[in-house]
Nanobody
């Protein structure tokens, strides 16, 4: 059974930094994308950043230049370095891994709270 486990969330002051990590256990084959999404209270889940198996990245406009996604396909891990965090970044952050054949998987989420 595949499980994605996120870590690294917490309470941070505006302007600070956090690094989120996500590791997959179980058998995942042929990863195509790994990514981070977030959901703030009362809002829909939204894309934060994705990285392809070839290393191509995509960012939401709101985080571009502040957040950096990185990943290791072989280790089935993905990271999100969050710098210059703002109160509007407060949300539950979810890890996502998408495969060519097996569909996609979600983590349970990690809370990021930014104090102003």
């Amino acid at each position: 059974q595949v499980q994605l486990v996120e870590s690294g969330g917490g309470l941070v002051q505006a302007g600070g930094s956090l690094r989120l990590s996500c590791a997959a256990s179980g058998n995942i084959f042929r990863l195509s994308h790994m990514g981070w999404y977030r959901q703030a209270p009362g809002k829909q889940r939204e894309l934060v950043a994705t990285i392809t198996s070839a290393g191509g990245t995509n960012y939401a406009a709101s985080v571009k230049g502040r957040f950096t996604i990185s990943g290791d396909n072989a280790k089935k891990t993905v990271y999100l370095q969050m710098n210059r965090i703002q109160p509007e970044d407060t949300a539950v952050y979810y890890c996502n891994m998408e495969t060519v054949i097996m569909g996609h998987y979600w983590g349970q989420g990690t809370q990021v709270t930014v104090s102003s």
